[in-house]
């Protein structure tokens, strides 16, 4: 999970039983690299969830998917926020081989 709270990316460390996955440190890579914003692994408080800007989870299968609503309430405007559109679109030019700085990342497979 990733919170974007007055232009800055937060998520739980890895002590908070979470997933170290490599899409979490993909993501942390870009905002902090390619995005330019300040990045904080801390505890998450179900309230700051309720009063945040934008907020995502990340993982294999889901990659980059906007959260819009907790318990019923709004996450900031209700729809997928401005650095959640940048990173996904962003992240998905990666995995796909389409921006030669990350280019190390990627394992190029060819049908026989």
């Known amino acids: 999970m990733f919170m974007v709270r007055d232009g800055v990316l937060v998520t739980p460390s ?13 993501v942390l ?6 995005l330019g914003l300040p990045v904080q692994e801390r505890p998450v408080d179900r309230t700051e969830v ?3 800007d934008e907020l995502f989870m990340s993982g ?3 990659q980059i998917t906007a959260i819009t ?11 997928m926020g401005p650095i959640t559109a940048r990173l996904r679109e962003l992240f998905n030019d990666v995995v796909r081989g389409n921006v030669a700085k990350y280019s190390a990342w990627n394992t190029a497979v060819y049908p026989e």
């Not at 890579?29 to 390619?34: G, I, T, Y």
């Not at 609503?69 to 405007?77: N, P, Y």
Request: some cysteine.
């Open 14 to 26: 890895i002590t908070e039983n979470i997933l170290e996955g490599i899409v979490r440190r993909t």
């Open 69 to 79: 609503r907790v318990d019923h309430r709004l996450v900031g405007s209700g729809q």
């Open 50 to 52: 309720y009063l945040c």
């Open 60 to 62: 294999t299968a889901a």
């Open 29 to 34: 890579e870009l905002a902090q690299n390619e």
